[in-house]
T-cell receptor
Framework: DAGVIQSPRHEVTEMGQEVTLRCKPI?????LFWYRQTMMRGLELLIY????????DSGMPEDRFSAKMPNASFSTLKIQPSEPRDSAVYFC????????????????FGPGTRLTVL | GNSVTQMEGPVTLSEEAFLTINCTYT??????LFWYVQYPGEGLQLLLK?????DKGSNKGFEATYRKETTSFHLEKGSVQVSDSAVYFC???????????FGKGTLLTVNP
């Protein structure tokens, strides 16, 4: 089975440019999570979806960040305009409510997108 | 709110040494507790979990026991290998909240 797929794996852009990160969750999973990882702040949850609907976006740092999930097999995280402080590794994870504990106990992570904003 | 505190690294051990990585938590109710591992250049993988007090999670020789009285979930392994070198994250999920709250991670390096 394919795991969570993220693209691109690496992105280098200049300040002010728009950046779009993409994620394909594991087929059949109904929860999708976006995280950001930095040395200073560790792993932060940005937003999560259930059945394509955003449930909690309280971790989204600013209006420059937006996330969508148009269907069960695709999600995007967009930063517009990007700033150097957005440089981080962005992870997408998915899980299924059909697992034990009512869901989200086991989150499957993608390999991440390393974003560098110059 | 929920929080997780784990020992700061880095931790450097020789092969076959005993490993302990401390983790304590703050949460209301009865959270589920997890250890995730991140190998270089990869995403996080679930290592083990425990969902109620006194449960012991185990996998790949690693163990952790859910101690409600001390609000702890320390990770242990009796004999580490070079291949265990990674970053280890303690995490919790509290009640009906579907969020996972992660600790800051502990870098483990095992030397031959």
């Amino acid at each position: 089975d394919a795991g969570v797929i993220q693209s691109p794996r690496h992105e280098v852009t200049e300040m002010g440019q728009e950046v779009t990160l993409r994620c394909k969750p594991i087929s059949g999973h109904d929860y999708l999570f976006w995280y950001r990882q930095t040395m200073m702040r560790g792993l932060e949850l940005l937003i999560y979806f259930n059945n394509n609907v955003p449930i909690d976006d309280s971790g989204m740092p600013e209006d420059r960040f937006s996330a969508k999930m148009p269907n069960a097999s695709f999600s995007t995280l967009k930063i517009q305009p990007s700033e150097p402080r957005d440089s981080a590794v962005y992870f997408c994870a998915s899980s299924s409510s059909r697992t034990s504990g009512g869901g989200t106990d086991t989150q499957y992570f993608g390999p991440g997108t390393r974003l560098t904003v110059l | 709110g929920n929080s997780v505190t784990q020992m700061e690294g880095p931790v450097t051990l020789s092969e076959e040494a005993f490993l302990t990585i401390n983790c304590t938590y703050t949460a209301t109710g009865y959270p589920s507790l997890f250890w995730y591992v991140q190998y270089p250049g990869e995403g996080l993988q679930l290592l083990l979990k425990a969902t109620k007090a006194d449960d012991k999670g185990s996998n790949k020789g690693f163990e952790a026991t859910y101690r409600k009285e001390t609000t702890s979930f320390h990770l242990e392994k009796g004999s580490v290998q070079v291949s265990d070198s990674a970053v280890y994250f303690c995490a919790l999920r509290g009640g009906s909240n579907y969020k996972l709250t992660f600790g800051k991670g502990t870098l483990l390096t095992v030397n031959p």
